[in-house]
């Protein structure tokens, strides 16, 4: 193997080495070691401990797997997502199986997940415990929100398998004790698809009364039974599940539990409103025993009677009792003859007097309605209105006559205050004005030598104020109804 490099100043460039190992691009790499990984790892199951779990908006999940020593990325795409059994939590200990793979994006393997399993009871069971604290916290299981059972339902809704043994038992134990209308809801009780039959059953009962327009021919039940034979844990899995728990939280009409056997406990047993042990308890709780009734009626029926006749006994001696304390009949009605006599007595002569009182007045308003009468009256009444005639003419006159003379006061006034001072002027008054052309009333205010303008009704003069004027006039005040000219 022969090379070479060739010097220029301090830079050396060295040839590579001439080999047979073969060239691979990226693409190619990654590719081969996808198809060595698939090929070598089929299928497989896969335990460890679940990691940065995160659904992506696409429905996708993303995932790891890890134990103490490594850590193996997983992915689970959304079609497989939708049928889980089980939601995947940071913490839980789960099997996965599926097939490994490689992201060549970003140089890493992983694996994609078909099915998610919890890795032991144990989990199982901290799964659970979770769940009910936290439903418990949201008050799914208080008891004030259980409802009491009907004490006798006319039609029952049983939310159960249609092939199992528990309908029938079901079935033959209502007829035993009292039999009843059944509406059977068949579901899955087991798998992946029993938890959203379920509590679409439960909803459905609940929606029956909404519905029965539609299906005019199907009762809406007065009692729910949700019931399942035994099994394991994971077999009773489908009665853990959140949206199970919450339909029959949710649920309108009373609901019974009955799944497994007396031993076993799911979490719709805490929200129900009843737990049956087994299937077969749950339709005695539902039901009375008929014959015991028809026992208990017979014997509260005999009770009755024997109590009300001895009541009629007693109440017959105490009427009788009373009966010896009455007076006689005749006495009362003596009695009460006398004194409806003595009304009857009172009542004629009342009447009488009013009759006659009553004649007396019409006699005295006959005399006063005779013609000679009523012509005199109407006679003095025409002389009255005669002389109340003339008085008001001569009151009218005198009222006119003093309204007339304040009326012509007021307009000689009116017109001595309204006249202007052009009509003035022409009675001999006039108006002085000093070179400011200001009117000067008062003789002081006049300096002499000053210039005058002196307007006449006919035109103004212009004059010169003498150096000894005259001495001023003591004016008296004008009269209140003469005005002012200024």
């Known amino acids: 193997m022969l090379g070479y490099h060739v010097a220029m100043n301090d830079l050396v460039i060295t040839a590579p080495p001439q080999t047979s190992i073969i060239e691979y691009t990226v693409s190619e790499l990654s590719q081969a070691l996808r198809r060595s990984i698939e090929d070598g790892f089929g299928y497989v199951r896969v335990r460890g401990e679940v990691s940065g779990f995160k659904r992506h908006g696409s429905g996708h999940c993303y995932f790891a797997l890890k134990d103490a020593e490594a850590v193996l990325d997983a992915v689970c795409w959304r079609m497989t997502a939708i049928r889980l059994s089980i939601k995947p939590e940071d913490g839980m200990e789960v099997v996965c199986t599926g097939r490994l793979t490689t992201f060549p994006g970003r140089s890493k393997y992983q694996i994609v997940v078909d099915s998610i399993e919890l890795a032991g009871v144990g989990a199982l069971l901290k799964l659970l415990e979770e769940r009910r604290q936290r439903l418990a916290a949201e008050g799914l299981f208080a008891a004030e929100r259980k409802k009491p059972l009907p004490f006798l339902p006319e039609v029952i809704g049983v939310v159960t398998s249609p092939t199992g043994a528990v309908i029938r038992d079901i079935l033959h134990r209502l007829a035993d004790r009292f039999p009843r209308h059944v509406l059977v809801w068949p579901v899955a009780v087991q798998g992946e698809a029993a938890p959203a039959q379920i509590a679409a059953a439960i909803a459905g009962f609940n929606r029956l009364s909404q519905s029965s327009v539609s299906q005019p021919g199907v009762p809406r039940p007065d009692l729910i039974i949700v019931a399942r034979g035994g099994g394991s844990l994971e077999d009773l899995m489908a009665f853990n599940e959140e949206i199970v728990v919450r ?240």
């Open 247 to 486: 339909a029959a939280a949710a649920s309108a009409i009373p609901l019974i539990s009955a799944v497994g056997h007396e031993t076993d406990t799911t979490l719709i047993d805490h929200a129900s409103d009843r737990r049956a042990p087994t299937p077969t308890a749950a339709a005695e709780m539902a039901v009375p025993v008929r014959f015991d009734l028809l026992a208990e009626l017979a014997g509260k029926s005999s009770r009755l009677s024997g109590g009300l006749a001895r009541l009629l006994s007693e109440r017959r001696l105490h009427l009788a009792g009373l009966a010896r304390g009455l007076p006689l009949p005749q006495d009362l009605i003596g009695n009460a003859q006398q004194r409806l006599d003595d009304r009857t007595e009172r009542l004629r002569l009342a009447a009488e007097r009013h009759l006659r009182a009553a004649r007396h007045q019409l006699d005295l308003a006959a005399v006063r309605l005779r013609p000679d009468v009523l012509i005199a009256d109407v006679e003095r009444a025409g002389v009255r209105l005669a002389e109340t005639d003339v008085r008001l003419r001569a009151a009218v006159t005198r009222m006119i006559a003093a309204k007339r003379d304040g009326l012509d006061n007021f307009a000689g006034r009116l017109a001595t205050h309204s006249e202007r001072h052009e009509s003035l002027l022409a009675r001999g008054y006039v108006v002085v004005r000093d070179g400011a052309a200001r009117v000067l009333t008062e003789a002081a205010a006049i300096k002499p030598g000053e210039g005058l303008e002196l307007e006449f009704y006919d035109g103004k003069v212009n004059v010169i104020a003498g150096r000894t004027p005259r001495r001023p006039v003591r004016r008296t005040a004008p009269r209140p109804e003469q005005g002012s000219l200024f």
